[in-house]
């Protein structure tokens, strides 16, 4: 019984060469029997399915017969016993082991190594968050050596040709995999992908480029930052010798402030009114960010009621701020004394 070489892949009979290639290349990566998951004989399935379908006249040939067949008159299934299977040609179709297999067998080797990425937290004050604030803070890491500016030359010290790599600056390294040999490339590890070493080493970091210090980062934190928000600077995490340094992640947490809360551009507050002034009218102070402020507290005003004051939200730019938003608590005495009381049942009377 011929196999559905569609369905194996998971594409329509319609698929076109780029679909059929993506959806071999997505079945590769997942069962490779080398990877830990692995599944060889899937592997083989998908193989043999995209060596049919991404030659057009074997495409044709199974299409109609439901098989393919060969150059020699025979039917064809797919790889056979996958000898010599490598990067360019094989069974009819070309891919790139390097593009499939890349992550497995460690990259193409052209690419650069990268250190390690360094996270911390911040901990910052609700106006500090507003407003945005400048911190300082000293982290012990590898960074790159400041005397030899990372070449771990001694300065004014000529180069040599690296003699592991004959200043290739790479090593071919050759695997051994069920179906074949092929040959990957890495960085030359004494020469760090230059293809030179100096001739004498630099004093401070023996030759390695790299030394363990203290250094201070300066870290400007922008206006309106939420708690929680994360701010990263690129190459202030741990140096490696002959790559580039890592990132420095700061995770910000906002200290609540006991009266304000943020939303979006603008800020929160609660404002606790007598019951006169809300139905006089009256004149509050009131504590913000950026000082103490005069409010008009409007005759009749409701209880929940918002009062708006511009520009004393969170700065948006140079010449732009947020409102605050105060919110109107009308306090309800718990106790009356007798004359307050006649008075309300008067107003009662009035029908207030």
Same mark, same amino acid.
């Given at each position: 019984?011929?196999?559905?070489?569609?369905?194996?892949?998971?594409?329509?009979?319609?698929?076109?060469?780029?679909?059929?290639?993506?959806?071999?290349?997505?079945?590769?990566?997942?069962?490779?029997?080398?990877?830990?998951?692995?599944?060889?004989?899937?592997?083989?399935?998908?193989?043999?399915?995209?060596?049919?379908?991404?030659?057009?006249?074997?495409?044709?040939?199974?299409?109609?017969?439901?098989?393919?067949?060969?150059?020699?008159?025979?039917?064809?299934?797919?790889?056979?016993?996958?000898?010599?299977?490598?990067?360019?040609?094989?069974?009819?179709?070309?891919?790139?082991?390097?593009?499939?297999?890349?992550?497995?067998?460690?990259?193409?080797?052209?690419?650069?190594?990268?250190?390690?990425?360094?996270?911390?937290?911040?901990?910052?004050?609700?106006?500090?968050?507003?407003?945005?604030?400048?911190?300082?803070?000293?982290?012990?890491?590898?960074?790159?050596?400041?005397?030899?500016?990372?070449?771990?030359?001694?300065?004014?010290?000529?180069?040599?040709?690296?003699?592991?790599?004959?200043?290739?600056?790479?090593?071919?390294?050759?695997?051994?995999?069920?179906?074949?040999?092929?040959?990957?490339?890495?960085?030359?590890?004494?020469?760090?992908?230059?293809?030179?070493?100096?001739?004498?080493?630099?004093?401070?970091?023996?030759?390695?480029?790299?030394?363990?210090?203290?250094?201070? $980062?300066?870290? &400007? %934190? *922008?206006? @309106?930052?939420?708690? !929680? +928000?994360?701010? =990263?600077?690129?190459?202030? /995490?741990?140096?490696?010798?002959?790559?580039?340094?890592?990132?420095l992640y700061i995770k910000i947490?906002?200290?609540?402030?006991?009266?304000?809360?943020?939303e979006g551009i603008n800020l929160?507050?609660?404002?606790?009114?007598?019951?006169?002034?809300?139905?006089?009218?009256?004149?509050?102070?009131?504590?913000?960010?950026?000082?103490? $402020?005069?409010? &008009? %507290? *409007?005759? @009749?005003?409701?209880? !929940? +009621?918002?009062? =708006?004051?511009?520009?004393? /939200?969170?700065?948006?730019?140079?010449?732009?701020?947020?409102?605050?938003?105060?919110?109107?608590?009308?306090?309800?005495?718990?106790?009356?004394?007798r004359r307050a009381k006649q008075?309300?049942?008067?107003?009662?009377?009035?029908?207030?």
């Open positions: 019984m011929s196999k559905d070489y569609y369905k194996i892949l998971g594409v329509e009979k319609k698929a076109t060469k780029t679909e059929i290639k993506k959806a071999f290349h997505k079945l590769a990566h997942k069962y490779h029997p080398d990877k830990k998951d692995g599944d060889e004989t899937k592997f083989k399935e998908a193989s043999e399915a995209y060596s049919i379908l991404s030659d057009d006249k074997k495409r044709t040939e199974y299409d109609t017969y439901g098989q393919s067949f060969g150059g020699n008159g025979g039917p064809q299934g797919g790889f056979g016993g996958f000898g010599g299977f490598s990067q360019g040609q094989q069974g009819g179709f070309e891919f790139d082991l390097g593009d499939i297999f890349g992550d497995i067998f460690g990259g193409r080797g052209n690419k650069k190594e990268r250190g390690s990425d360094i996270s911390i937290d911040i901990q910052i004050s609700f106006s500090e968050a507003v407003f945005g604030v400048n911190r300082k803070v000293l982290i012990t890491k590898n960074s790159f050596c400041s005397s030899c500016n990372g070449t771990g030359a001694k300065k004014g010290s000529p180069t040599e040709t690296c003699s592991t790599c004959n200043g290739n600056g790479k090593i071919r390294e050759t695997k051994q995999s069920f179906f074949g040999t092929f040959s990957s490339v890495k960085a030359c590890e004494k020469c760090h992908g230059t293809g030179k070493i100096p001739k004498e080493k630099c004093q401070d970091c023996h030759g390695i480029g790299i030394v363990k210090k203290q250094e201070e $980062i300066n870290i &400007k %934190i *922008p206006a @309106g930052i939420n708690d !929680g +928000e994360m701010i =990263r600077l690129s190459g202030a /995490g741990e140096a490696i010798s002959g790559g580039v340094a890592g990132d947490r906002v200290t609540p402030h006991k009266d304000f809360k943020k929160k507050m609660d404002l606790a009114v007598k019951l006169s002034d809300a139905l006089l009218g009256s004149e509050y102070t009131v504590e913000t960010l950026d000082g103490k $402020i005069k409010v &008009k %507290i *409007p005759k @009749g005003v409701s209880h !929940g +009621e918002l009062l =708006r004051v511009r520009d004393k /939200g969170v700065p948006v730019n140079e010449s732009r701020r947020g409102d605050l938003l105060i919110k109107i608590k009308i306090k309800l005495p718990s106790k009356l004394s008075l309300v049942e008067e107003l009662k009377e009035e029908g207030v």
